[in-house]
Structure formats: structure tokens, C-alpha cells
């Protein structure tokens, strides 16, 4: 961190401890800091600070730099190092990095702690709270609990600082202006104070009360020319691996895209076209190229992995795996809707101005309507369903290249089967046993097949008969929602 020894002199001079700063001399015991981590998180912001500190090497009496012994990075706790033993009890919106310095007067360790974001932060499954200098169980002070949440409630991410204290040419300098204006279709001013009109309308840039400017995680997430340059961003790079086969036993290739999205995005997707497979096709004498993944699936479910993720998760990014036979592509956070009703529910996001401005950006589709087009393009190349799997903080959207009807699980059929009803339905039509038999390629051979796939489904309760009482010859299915 940049002018670490400014930072810890500046916290000295605080006449007490603050409820985001605690200051140590050598103690590591590593159930106190896990406990303090969580109150000192919790506490900034309830303080509306983007930061707390717990710091080794100062009297918490007088101020005085005493130096420590140890070094937070060196400890362990058993078998384990301390820091990792810390963050796998801590909640995963916990944030925090250790800096140590060496001052004129002794070696000081700063943890730095990043504030608690959409919930509180946690040790142990408990939430810890600052009371003076003291750290104690939030549950015991209802009144700074409600105030926590109302304080989480109504943050943005978005909203938060990437980097601030910035000259106007410094906050202009780190970010890939022209991106902006290219996707824009604006004509890109001269002056940069017409630049930062543009900048500050759009929430990417803001100026502070004291003259100097801030760019936001909004600002630095889309058009960084360097997520490296934003200590919280960097682990939020896009991550595209490349395997042989099917399995990740055998890395064929990687890449780290180190850019904002927006500045990246349609670069990322040739990227990801390059390294997905295809097949030469013959027609009326003419040879050409077929991708075996419609582009527009792939450019949708990775767009709604750059905006749906949860980016108080901590430590991870959105990553795109490519096998032979399938696409995965992973975000942290769970969906806000349920799966079931991804097509016809209005979508929710957490990242709603990063959204909005995606798609401003021409970078995805028009609101709601990014999984009917990748349901509606994997069914014109007849390729299996795109699949949902949520894990306890992520979700993977996986793509399949064709699969045989005959090889598909029975799983796999009754979800194609489901959302083939749900994609009619907002089409203003019903799914029926010929529709279905198309949408899978199958012939009029396979009619008896497809009925015990539609009752199977209606068994499961995804799908029920328009009217029953119509002769199964002319039946036709909506979404049991319907």
C-alpha cells in the first residue's frame, strides 16, 4: 500500500482508539483476531469508512511506535498458516490484506480491513461488533445490529471507491477513456473537463469534497486499463482456461484478461471463439466454417457472469473453462430469481448501474431477454439446454456442443423439455409433442418417445396440459406456472 507510514501516523494521532482502528503491540493470539476482524469490518461500516485497521507495534495507550516481533504472514495456527486457517472461518465478504513496514522507530504490521458489504462479517458463524475499545457479539446490541443493516442495505458496490485522492489527470490516466466513447457512439471530447462530464454523469468518476477525484468500482471494473491498478479488483479479472479432453487433468492454455470489462469484452469473445471448436460444412459447392456454439449463447451467459456475480465474495473472479464437449462458465454469487423462472421472471441484479451500463454499452442483450436467446439459439443448432448449477456461492451456466437425443440424461431431456415450454409460452404458443420432437431433431418415429418425456415432465410438475380435456393426438403443454 502507498504511503504506509503516512497512514499509520495518521491513525497515531487519533486521541483513542477509533471503533475501525485497534492498535497491538504482539499480540496474535488467533481466535482475538479472527473476533477483531469481523468487529473492526463490521464497525467501519457503521462508521461509513471504507477501511479499518488493526495494527501491531503500537502501544494502544500512548500511541508510541514499540515495534513487534512477529510477522502476521509467518504465524500458524497448528499446521495451518494463519492467515489461510483465518479466512476459512472467516464469512466470505471478509477482505483484508497485511502490509508490514519498517518505521524509524521499529517494524509495524498493518491489517488492513475492508469494510462489510451486503451482510456482516462473521468469525465462527458469529458477527462481532466494536463497543469503544472493546469487541464484543453483535447480537447483544440490537440497536447497532438494526443500524449495520441499514447502513448494508443501502450500498452499492458500484458506488464504493476503487481509488481516490486522484489529480484529474491521474483519475483520467487510469482508465481506457476512449472504450468509453467508441461503445458510446459518442464523439469523444477534447477538453477534460468535457471527458469528466461524461465520466461523472455515469457514476464512473466522482469528485470529492476536498477538489481531488475518486473513480468507483463502477469506473474501474468497466474501463480499467489495468484491474492491477485497483487492489480490490485485481482477483476479478476474467479468467479463460483451455483443456484437452474433457476433464482438467491437461491445461492446454490460459489466459487473464487484466482489463475492465467493457474494454475487453468483444476482444474476450473472438478470444473465445478462437478456441471453440468448429466443423466445415459443404452447401451448394461452397465450403465454410459452422461454429458448433451459437456465438450469441456464449456472449450472453458470459455477460450475465460479469453482472450477476457477487462481488462481496472475495478471492475469486468470473472464469470460462472450455472442454471438448462443453462450455462452463462460473461467477460468484447465487441468482437473485429462481432458476425455474429465469425466462419469464423480470431478472434482478446486485450489480443494477453495472448492468444498466453493460447494456447501454451495446455489450448485452435488452433487459430480460438474455436467456430466451440462448435457450432459442442452442435449440436452432439442436444442441442440449443450457444448464444451471448453484453451489453455496457461485453459480455455473454450462453450454453442451451436440449431444445425441439417445445420450442425453434423463435429467438433461425433462429441463429442454421445460424450458421449450416456457420459451412458447412467451411466444404466445404451447409446446406439443411435434414442436418437441423439432426442437431435439428427432422424426415422427420418436412421437412415442417424446410422450414419455412429456409425462415425465408433467409428472415433475414443470409442465401441465392447456386444456385436458383435449384428445393426446392435439394436447398441448405450458409451464406449470402458467
Known amino acids: 500500500m502507498e504511503n504506509l507510514g503516512l497512514l499509520i501516523n495518521e491513525l497515531r494521532k487519533l486521541k483513542n482508539e477509533a471503533a475501525w482502528v485497534e492498535f497491538k503491540h504482539d499480540n496474535y493470539d488467533p481466535q482475538m483476531i479472527g473476533e477483531d476482524i469481523s468487529a473492526l469490518a463490521n464497525s467501519a461500516t457503521l462508521c461509513e469508512k471504507n477501511c479499518a485497521y488493526m ?15 512477529y510477522d502476521l504472514q509467518s504465524l500458524k495456527k497448528g499446521d495451518q498458516e494463519l492467515e489461510n486457517w483465518l479466512r476459512s472461518l472467516l464469512s466470505n465478504n471478509a477482505d483484508f490484506s497485511y502490509e508490514p513496514i519498517n518505521m524509524p522507530e521499529g517494524r509495524v504490521g498493518v491489517l488492513i480491513i475492508q469494510k462489510a458489504l451486503n ?13 469503544g475499545s472493546y469487541t464484543k457479539k453483535l447480537n447483544e446490541f440490537p440497536a447497532l445490529q438494526s443500524q449495520l443493516w441499514d447502513r448494508l442495505r443501502n450500498e452499492r458496490f458500484e458506488e464504493r471507491y476503487a481509488k481516490y485522492d486522484l489529480q484529474r489527470e491521474e483519475a483520467l490516466d487510469y482508465l481506457e477513456i476512449g472504450s468509453y466513447f467508441e461503445l458510446m457512439g459518442i464523439r469523444q471530447p477534447i477538453d477534460p473537463e468535457g471527458v469528466l462530464h461524461y465520466l461523472i454523469e455515469e457514476n464512473c468518476v466522482v469528485k470529492q469534497d476536498n477538489g481531488l477525484y475518486a473513480i468507483t468500482n463502477l469506473g474501474a471494473i468497466l474501463f480499467a486499463k489495468k484491474l492491477t491498478d485497483f487492489d480490490r479488483l485485481a482477483r476479478k479479472a476474467i479468467r479463460v482456461v483451455l483443456y484437452e479432453g474433457n476433464n482438467k487433468l491437461h491445461m492446454l492454455k490460459e489466459e487473464i484478461s487484466g482489463r475492465g470489462y467493457a474494454v475487453r469484452f468483444d476482444e474476450l469473445i473472438r478470444f473465445i471463439g478462437a478456441m ?27 455477460a450475465n457472469a460479469l453482472i450477476h456475480q457477487d462481488f462481496s465474495v472475495s478471492g475469486t473472479g468470473p472464469t470460462v473453462e472450455i472442454f471438448e464437449n462443453r462450455i462452463e462458465i462460473t461467477n460468484s454469487g447465487t441468482p437473485l430469481v429462481d432458476i425455474n423462472r429465469i425466462v419469464d421472471n423480470p431478472p434482478k441484479s446486485r450489480n443494477e448501474k453495472m448492468a444498466q451500463l453493460m447494456r ?5 442483450e435488452e433487459l430480460g431477454t438474455g436467456w430466451d436467446k440462448m435457450i432459442i439459439s442452442c435449440e436452432a443448432k439442436l444442441l442440449p439446454a443450457p444448464k444451471i448449477n448453484l453451489y453455496e456461492d457461485s453459480t455455473r451456466v454450462t453450454l453442451f456442443s451436440h449431444i445425441a437425443y439417445s445420450n442425453l440424461s434423463v435429467e438433461d431431456k425433462i429441463w429442454a423439455c421445460y424450458l421449450h415450454a416456457c420459451i412458447k409460452y412467451i ?9 418437441l420432437r423439432d426442437r431435439f431433431g428427432l422424426k415422427d418415429s420418436a412421437a412415442a418417445n417424446i410422450s414419455r418425456l412429456i409425462k415425465d415432465a408433467v409428472e415433475r410438475k414443470l409442465i401441465k396440459p392447456l386444456d385436458p380435456t383435449t384428445a393426446p393426438r392435439y394436447m398441448k403443454y405450458i409451464p406449470i406456472w402458467a
Open 55 to 69: 495494527i501491531w507495534g503500537i502501544d494502544d495507550a500512548t500511541h508510541e511506535i514499540v515495534g513487534t516481533d
Open 119 to 131: 451482510m456482516p462479517v462473521s468469525f465462527k458463524k458469529a458477527d462481532y461488533i466494536r463497543v
Open 276 to 302: 471453440l471448436p468448429s466443423e466445415e460444412v459443404i452447401e451448394n459447392g461452397l465450403r465454410s466454417t459452422v461454429a458448433l456454439y451459437p456465438t450469441l449463447a456464449v456472449r450472453e451467459a458470459i
Open 360 to 364: 447501454r454499452l451495446g455489450i448485452c
Open 427 to 435: 411466444q404466445g404458443e404451447q409446446l406439443t409433442n411435434s414442436s
